[in-house]
Structures are given as C-alpha cells and as structure tokens.
C-alpha cells in the first residue's frame, strides 16, 4: 500500500476548513505564549544572572559598623579571621585603625 493509497483510505477530518490550516491569528497567539514564556523565564533566572559583589566590596560595606562587629562581619565573609585580627577580636588588643582593617582583610591571612 502507498502513502497515496493510504492517505485516501482516511476518514476526512471532522474539523472546519479553518481550523485545519494555521493562519495569522493562531501565529500571533503562539507568538504572544512565546513572549510570555521569555518573560517568565527570565524573572525566574534574573536572580542567578546578577552580578555578584566582589569579596573587597563586601569587605568595603562594613565601614558603618563598629569596630568588634566590623572584625565578626570579616570574619563570616572570609570564612576565618586573619591571624593579625584575632587578638582584637578577642579583646587582647585594641582594633586597628579602618584602614588597616581592610589591608589585612584584604590580604586574608
């Protein structure tokens, strides 16, 4: 049996003629259900494509804070505590100035 043969022995389709062929108002919903799929896609990626702040700005942002939370805020984003921070942190030494603070951070050691 051919394809011809075959394609003749089907029953015809019980749908109007209209709904057989896609014409511009079907491609214009399917175009709108691809905008709107676009448009969800990207609010449910938006967060995991931010920029990330660099661990020297977070380090930056704790200026605000005083001294002994500023060294616990170092600590946590640097996951452990310079050595030449700890006596501060635990009071043996007086805080070093802002500045040194952040060279210290920033070497991470």
Request: proline content about 14%; charged content about 20%; aromatic content about 4%.
């Given at each position: 049996m051919t394809p011809d043969e075959l394609m003749q022995g089907l029953a015809p389709?019980?749908?109007p003629p209209t709904l057989q062929t896609?014409?511009?108002?079907?491609?214009?919903?399917?175009?709108?259900?691809?905008?709107m799929l676009g448009a969800a896609l990207a609010l449910i990626l938006?967060?995991?494509?931010?920029?990330?702040?660099s661990r020297a700005e977070r380090i930056r942002l704790t200026r605000h804070l005083p001294?002994?939370?500023r060294l616990l805020a170092i600590a946590r984003i640097l996951g452990h505590l310079p050595a030449?921070?700890?006596?501060?942190?635990?009071?043996?030494?007086?805080?070093?100035s802002?500045?040194?603070i952040e060279r210290i951070a920033r070497r991470g050691r």
């Amino acid at each position: 049996m051919t394809p011809d043969e075959l394609m003749q022995g089907l029953a015809p389709s019980r749908l109007p003629p209209t709904l057989q062929t896609a014409g511009w108002p079907e491609y214009l919903a399917l175009f709108g259900l691809g905008l709107m799929l676009g448009a969800a896609l990207a609010l449910i990626l938006a967060p995991m494509l931010a920029p990330r702040i660099s661990r020297a700005e977070r380090i930056r942002l704790t200026r605000h804070l005083p001294p002994q939370e500023r060294l616990l805020a170092i600590a946590r984003i640097l996951g452990h505590l310079p050595a030449a921070l700890r006596p501060a942190a635990y009071g043996a030494a007086p805080p070093p100035s802002p500045a040194r603070i952040e060279r210290i951070a920033r070497r991470g050691r």
